[in-house]
């Protein structure tokens, strides 16, 4: 089915003078936020105008820096009348600002952007930054607004199968573009060792000790559960100089005390450590002996697993999802050209046995498989490439033989 997926070719058709306003619900930390900054910068650098409608968040000020242009606005609310009347906002700013396009990040955002942009002419596009769960007819109904755009943006294949399975209607709209990533920012080259150290130093890491890194919100699906008892099998079998980081905001207190529990019941504390967001993430990968991102499910990308390649920090991930096409890793590629490690989901010795031998690893084999994994982020995973394509896709929307689609 994938070979029906628009290709969207190179035009020559211009952006500058054009208004684009992309609609995220804060601009805290994330996928879906890093990338909302990286388009805004690419718009503002190709003429256009770029407004961001969110909540704000600590990414306001590098947003502005970049060129964008911060609209305050209630985007985060789930409730169907804040909805209702967030469209007609919404639709008043499109017309006063003469928005051409409309591009959404999430679903309640979506709705809200969705009518907003009937309602002003604008064309309406959406980016699957998540695989949405839910299997009602509800949940379902709600989940639909995001193949519902003029443009449906995918960031990986897999997301795209995904959705093209649920929504067949969606099928001729959807464009593969995968996440991008800064490699000027993301290079082992780029960072100076007192960075490092300064994280070492926050997460309360010893000089001599390995570090194994879990960089993400604390989340049941992110398998932060599942490290924990991979741990708790490592430190069984003597590695006693290794700490695990679990590296992210805690949107859920509930969890984090359940975390906390976990780690204690496991006779892990001091050795596993919740140490809260990292605002340096190129800075900790290279702190890191080992990066892991053992998901209990399916990812629609997988941003670590790219930054961690091009940082070259080992990586394990779970093997489900779009890690097939992030981590090259048996039986896909012949194990002398992997660039990291795959295990099952929720299994904590498959998970322990990876870390392992990423831990293990003789310098020469390190070497090989930090080229190998640096190479593979550079060729696929661009920002340069993420804008390119999106600013493309844009430019297809609306030229003049689109207009009417």
Request: aromatic share 6%; charged share 20%; with cysteine.
């Amino acid at each position: 089915m994938l070979e029906n997926f628009h290709a969207f070719p190179s035009t020559s058709r211009p952006l500058a003078g054009r208004a684009v306003l992309q609609i995220v619900p804060a601009l805290q930390s994330g996928g879906a936020e890093r990338t909302t900054i990286d388009i805004a910068e690419a718009l503002h650098m190709a003429g256009a105008r770029s407004l961001v409608a969110s909540e704000g968040g600590r990414m306001v000020s590098e947003l502005q820096a970049k060129g964008g242009v911060w609209l305050p606005f209630p985007a985060a609310t789930k409730n169907p009348l804040a909805m209702a009347l967030n469209a007609y906002r919404l639709a008043r700013i499109l017309r006063e600002e003469n928005v051409d396009i409309v591009h959404a990040r999430s679903r309640a955002c979506a709705w809200v952007a969705h009518h907003a942009a009937r309602r002003a002419g604008a064309r309406f596009v959406t980016t699957y930054h998540s695989i949405y769960g839910g299997a009602s007819a509800i949940k379902q109904r709600y989940n639909s607004i995001m193949a519902a755009g003029d443009l449906v943006i995918a960031n990986s294949r897999f997301t795209a199968c995904h959705i093209a399975e649920l929504y067949p209607q969606a099928t001729q709209r959807i464009v593969v573009i995968a996440r991008g990533l800064d490699l000027r920012a993301f290079s082992p080259f780029a960072v100076e060792p007192a960075r490092v150290e300064r994280v070492r130093s926050s997460w309360g890491v010893a000089r001599h000790e390995r570090v194994v890194l879990l960089p993400a919100r604390l989340s049941a699906r992110k398998g932060h559960g599942t490290l924990i008892e991979a741990a708790k099998l490592l430190v069984a079998e003597g590695f006693a100089d290794v700490r695990f980081i679990l590296a992210g905001d805690a949107p859920n207190a509930g969890f984090r005390a359940e975390l906390e529990a976990h780690i204690a019941r496991a006779g892990l504390v001091g050795i596993v450590r919740a140490t809260g967001h990292c605002a340096d993430m190129p800075a900790a990968y290279l702190a890191a002996a080992v990066a892991v991102a053992p998901s209990t499910t399916p990812e629609a990308f997988g941003r670590v697993a790219i930054e961690a390649q091009a940082m070259g920090a080992p990586i394990v991930v779970s093997d489900i999802g779009a890690a097939v096409e992030t981590v090259l890793a048996p039986p896909q590629v012949d194990a002398a050209d992997c660039t990291g490690w795959r295990a099952p989901p929720g299994d904590s010795a498959a998970l322990a046995r990876a870390i392992r031998e990423a831990l293990e690893l003789r310098p020469s084999a390190r070497e090989g498989l930090t080229a190998r994994a640096r190479l593979h982020a550079q060729t696929h995973f661009s920002v340069e490439r993420m804008c390119a394509a999106t600013l493309d896709a844009y430019e297809r929307l609306l030229a003049p033989q689109s207009a009417g689609a």
